[in-house]
């Protein structure tokens, strides 16, 4: 076994035990086994995303050879036993479980996985060849994996114990299959995350949390705090020198709420204490006293949106935004429609769930910049609120994107990034803060709860005549990107069909409950799910299927879409997708399965008239190297995959050779990564650098940049009839076949177009984690908030994310229509994979027991199985 290195002298205070073959001695105060690992021993394979509850996996070591859950293991359980991590394993064996996973695709931010290796690893001891994929599903239920949808990791752990070899090798242009960028040192815990950095003299920050969601302050007493021993000090708004306020739109979110402030929502906070440990600065942070004057909530948008009292300190009126558009009379042409359904359609807060919690590193260096490491899905915005925060210039900052353990959306605002950043500068010492489970969940925005009022129309054949939609969004108290989601629903409501008259309303409201932002699907799967249903409905009164209805009214090259759009030839793809399906649709129908079809579209990019600049650079070293620079966050969807497979194909080089970079050290930054825009910005920008490069002959040590620029949609405000809204849109099919007799799902079968997939290893990776996060929104995912605010669940159980044994078969089917003027004919595909699912199910228990459900999650309405 390979030896830690570390030996220290027993101490009857503390624990000793063996660690990867050599004996250590640590601390007994530690709360759990993990901590001793990582705060005092370094081993940082073992990931905390939840400790201490034991409910992710993601710590999981080898305790006297069995898999144990570190963080929910009491030091003095191993006092003098063997503990072994994914570093004490021999070298053969580790590279032989990285391989298996990196050539299978098993893993995409791959913070879970060193976990789940030290599992398989287990398994496989105990089990040999004999280990089949129900006993794989059942045991790695003690694992949570947000991005891949377990399949490609049930498909590694068979074949690695079936002894098969695996030979990983990154992708050799576009359209090849090949591993993901960093795989084999993501898949062994070595590529760390924020919170796996180390620094000489490290201090480590707790934020302090409002105890209220609307509430005054009146005071804030942090003398208790900074009086406890090893305790460095504590800040409060009063120590801002800049700019309060912080956020990607709108700059309307508090870095801290001040004393005669008001808070807004259960995530504000107030201080951020400062301490030689994680646990200590936790410890003060209890000790901080505050004092209120407590008020009732807004925590019903529509009581909000009535009232004349402001939901939110320092802003005026309940109404973020409104986005609305009409076509046609409406009311006219919904009384002739020889079919109509009016339906109220509900769907829930959810979530995130990524598996890696907020943490940032801030770190002052000496006669230059202070550097930043985050974990941000935009790390130049990052960098210019954190400089306004602190109101020195932005070149005095520099933000260092460390590839997160996932996000999903849920990491494009900023959550500790400025609270350790300030304390940082003012103490000018490396600060580290990391957000507990409890906390994130708290702190980050979530998806939207929409209700959708729908009124449809179609002919005596079932051709769409027109669409009234309202869709009334709780934004929480802080824009976020509040209004672009209500503004994404609003122009997908008609999902992927031609209605040639709509009226269309959607408003987000301020509220006192969490604040809603970004997550995969952005608005358009609220606003298919109604459209879906609505369809459903539609097709058992005129007496035809679910598919043959959305056959007559799919979208086509040269129709006018929703908004208003003329839509280009990329638009082929829905049909292309609702064609591929259509035998796996009659299969199941002969076999007597009972069946749910959903369509759906999803845009790539901004839109909505914005000017997208995405720039990137190449530069060959002298050793052989290719320095490849873009802007994108890499949080396990592939972009910096995509970014080397563009150069390979341009340049004609090794795979090997190329060394991706993303940093705020070169002017590149375009916002968010969202919206399936990485891909699509990235290609074309990469593709250009190196045809720079290629035209000049590839000068060593020069930094060729390209540049891609969308610059030619409209916004849903303009006054144009046919506006062009979007750049680009990804269609996908999505059939959900069950049992009739038991109501357990038994298949999924998702056909997506991605226009080109530059990676289909990685599509397919994308499609099979959407479909499994698109199930459990449709069947038993929901983040409720109770009358005060408050979220009434604090654990990843708690959550309903679904289980490996839980998750159905998924085959994953590849459309490619080229998207015109994109980069490769590339559409993206990571936003669009949930967003058909919970139609889709719907349809699929109608089919089972003819009850029509408006409300999401299903299953706590009407409870169904879900199966392997």
């Known amino acids: 076994m390979r030896k830690t290195g570390i030996v220290t002298l027993a101490d009857p205070r503390n624990i000793s035990f063996v660690l990867n073959g050599g004996r250590v001695s640590v601390r007994a105060d530690h709360p759990h086994l993990l901590a001793a690992l990582r705060e005092e021993l370094d081993i940082t394979s073992p990931k905390d995303g939840c400790s201490p509850s034991g409910q992710c996996g993601a710590c999981t070591v080898l305790v006297d050879g069995k898999a144990r859950v570190s ?163 504590a800040f409060t708004a009063a120590d801002v020198p800049g700019d309060l306020k912080v956020g990607i739109i709108h700059k309307d979110w508090p870095v801290f709420i001040p004393v005669g402030g008001r808070t807004s929502f259960i995530g504000d906070v107030l201080a951020i204490v400062i301490a030689e440990s994680r646990e200590q600065a936790r410890r003060a942070a209890t000790a901080v006293a505050v004092e209120y004057g407590v008020l009732e909530p807004f925590t019903d948008p529509s009581v909000a949106m009535s009232s004349s ?23 006219a042409v919904l009384e002739t ?97 990391t957000l507990s489970r409890q906390e994130s969940f708290r702190l980050h925005a979530k998806r939207h709860p929409i209700t959708i009022d729908l009124e449809i129309g179609c002919d005596e054949n079932g051709v769409l005549t027109a669409l009234r939609a309202r869709l009334l969004g709780d934004s929480g108290p802080y824009a976020s990107v509040g209004m672009k989601v209500l503004e994404r629903a609003a122009g997908h409501a008609t999902g992927p069909y031609v209605v040639p008259t ?17 997550f995969r699907g952005f608005g358009a799967n609220q606003a298919q799910f109604a459209m879906e249903g609505a369809l459903d409905r539609l097709a058992e009164r005129v007496g035809i299927s ?23 030839s990329g638009s082929a793809g829905a049909r292309e997708c609702l064609d591929t399906i259509k035998p796996y649709y009659d299969t199941a129908r002969e076999h007597g399965k009972a069946v749910g079809l959903g369509l759906a579209l999803k845009n790539s990019g901004l839109g909505n008239g914005a000017r997208e600049e995405s720039r990137a650079r190449v530069r060959f070293d002298e050793n052989g190297t290719i320095e490849v620079r873009h802007c994108w966050t890499e949080m396990g969807q592939g972009v910096d995959t995509v970014a080397l497979q563009v150069a390979v194909e341009e340049l004609g080089v090794d795979p090997e050779s190329v060394r991706v970079v993303v940093d705020t050290t070169r002017e590149l930054g375009a916002g968010q990564t969202t919206g399936s825009r990485g891909t699509v910005l990235a290609a074309g920008a990469v593709a250009d650098a190196c045809r720079a490069a290629e035209a000049d002959g590839r000068i060593p040590g020069v930094e060729y940049q390209g540049t891609y620029v969308i610059d030619w949609t409209d916004s849903m405000d303009d006054d144009i009839e046919n506006p062009t809204l979007h750049s680009t ?55 409720p908030t109770d009358e005060s605010g408050r979220p009434t669940r604090d654990t990843l159980r708690s959550l309903g994310i679904l289980r490996p044994k839980d998750v159905p078969e998924i085959v994953s089917i590849l459309v490619e229509v080229p998207q015109p003027e994109s980069p490769y004919g590339v559409k993206g595909i990571g936003e669009i994979g949930l967003v058909p699912t919970a139609g889709a199910v719907a349809a699929a228990l109608h089919e089972i027991d003819g009850v029509w459900r408006n409300t999401l999650p299903m299953s706590v309405h009407q409870p169904l199985e879900v199966s392997g």
């Not at 021999?90 to 030290?118: D, K, S, T």
């Not at 320092?314 to 609305?324: E, F, K, M, P, T």
């Not at 269309?504 to 932002?517: F, K, L, M, S, Y």
């Not at 007799?741 to 959407?770: F, W």
């Open 71 to 233: 963080c929910s293991t009491s030091l003095d359980k191993v006092e003098g036993i063997e503990v072994t991590t994914l570093e004490g394993f021999e070298p053969e064996e580790r590279e032989r479980l990285a391989n298996g996973f990196a050539a299978h695709g098993a893993l995409q931010c791959g913070f879970c996985i060193p976990g789940i290796l030290v599992r398989a690893k287990a398994l496989i001891d105990q089990k040999g060849a004999e280990l089949d994929r129900p006993t794989i599903e059942a045991r790695l239920g003690a694992h949570l994996c947000r991005c891949t949808g377990y399949t490609k990791i049930i498909d590694a752990v068979t074949d690695l114990a079936r002894g098969k070899e695996s030979t990983p090798a990154l992708g050799a242009g576009i359209g090849e299959r090949g591993t993901k960028y960093q795989a084999i040192d993501l898949a062994l815990g070595d590529r760390g995350y924020v919170d796996d950095l180390r620094r000489d003299g490290l201090l480590h920050g707790a934020l302090v949390f409002t105890e209220h969601a609307r509430a005054d302050i009146l005071a804030i007493d942090i003398g208790p705090a900074e009086a406890m021993e090893r305790v460095i000090a």
């Open 309 to 331: 009292d402001d939901a939110v300190w320092g802003l005026d009126g309940n109404v973020l935004s409104r986005s609305a558009y009409t076509r046609g009379d409406i009311a």
């Open 337 to 433: 429609s020889a079919h109509l359904v009016r339906e109220q359609f509900v769907t829930q807060r959810v979530e995130h769930a990524f598996l890696e919690p907020e943490s940032t590193l801030a770190e002052p260096t000496p006669n230059g910049p202070l550097m930043v490491y985050s974990g941000g899905q935009g790390i130049w915005d990052d960098r210019d609120q954190i400089a306004a925060m602190l109101d020195i210039d932005v070149d005095a900052v520099v933000v260092e994107l460390i590839s997160n353990g996932g996000a999903f959306g849920g990491k494009e605002d900023m959550s500790n990034q400025a609270q350790t950043a300030l304390a940082a500068h003012l103490l000018q010492r490396p600060v580290k803060c």
């Open 502 to 518: 709509v009226d269309v309303e959607a408003i987000a409201v301020r509220t006192n409950n969490p604040v809603c932002g970004a």
């Open 546 to 568: 679910g598919w043959e209805i959305r056959s007559r009214n799919v979208i086509t090259p040269g129709v006018v879409w929703g908004p208003g759009q003329i839509m280009d």
């Open 729 to 783: 849109f990804g269609y996908a099919a999505q059939l959900v076949i069950a049992d009739p007799d038991t109501g357990e799902i038994d298949k999924v079968v998702a056909v997506h177009d991605v226009g080109r997939a530059v990676n289909p290893t990685l599509c397919e990776g994308q499609i099979e984690g959407a479909v499994h996060m698109g199930l459990g929104y449709a069947l038993t995912e929901e983040f």
